[in-house]
């Protein structure tokens, strides 16, 4: 079975692992786009320098220039490769018994991406204020998705049933509420009191309360 990333620096390198040619465009590309989503772990978007993700991947600066001609360019890449990485790793709810169970895996999927990515998303967050293309990509990122979950969950008969607005308001409002209480979690900024400490807390929390918000009930699981 394929193996999943979903940090997206090793979704980056492992492929370029399977370019077959180490020498190639393809392969120096990938891992320049690796190594910058890497160092954005743990470092500002304003905070990365040319030379030094020259030294890191051990190329000169007319090869990263011949690939990115500006550092927008590189982090534009990395806002398109971060839906690609999401979208590849949107979960299949035909195995869920009910639309309760199916909320709990979307919550899960999406929170544990968000996760691996805190410092990227953070970052790409406040350049899109800044850089229209990756604005652009961020509000694309945000329709595929949502139509990906929409699609999914439509499988079940209690969600067909809602109103489609009201569901689609749920879910983009649901989605906001999740990057902000997740941008409290795993970062430097300061603690939450209203936010639970345990990770399975957080995710069981989130599910019921979107659940609420569909169909202004507790689910019965």
């Known amino acids: 079975m394929e193996q999943k990333y979903y940090k997206l620096s090793e979704y980056l390198l492992a492929h370029a692992e399977n370019v077959a040619n180490k020498r190639s ?18 470092l500002d978007y ?13 190329i000169s600066r007319a090869t990263f220039y011949l690939h990115f001609p ?21 979960p299949s709810l035909e195995t869920c018994a009910d639309v309760s169970e199916g909320i709990a895996r979307v919550v899960d999927w999406y929170i544990e991406v968000h996760l691996a990515n805190t410092s990227l998303f953070l970052n790409l967050t406040f350049m899109r204020r800044t850089n229209l ?5 961020w509000l694309t990122r945000a329709r595929v998705l949502h139509r ?19 569901a689609d ?12 209480i997740l941008s409290r979690v795993n970062t430097a900024l300061p603690r939450n009191p209203y936010i639970p400490d345990d990770l ?4 069981a929390f989130i599910s019921r309360i979107f659940y609420r918000s569909l169909f202004a009930r507790d689910p019965e699981n």
């Open 25 to 42: 465009a393809e392969h120096t590309r990938l891992v320049i786009l690796a190594t910058t989503a890497r160092l954005l772990g743990k």
């Open 133 to 137: 293309a990756i604005n652009e990509l």
């Open 148 to 166: 990906a979950v929409i699609d999914q969950l439509r499988r079940f008969p209690a969600f067909r049933a809602l109103d489609g607005k009201a």
């Open 46 to 58: 304003h905070e990365i320098r040319v030379p030094d993700l020259c030294r890191s991947c051990e």
């Open 200 to 203: 399975s807390e957080i995710k």
């Open 70 to 90: 500006t550092r927008d360019d590189l982090f534009v890449d990395l806002m398109r490769y971060l839906t690609e990485l999401e979208s590849s790793l949107t």
């Open 169 to 180: 308001f749920v879910l983009e409002f649901m989605g906001g509420g999740i990057n902000n």
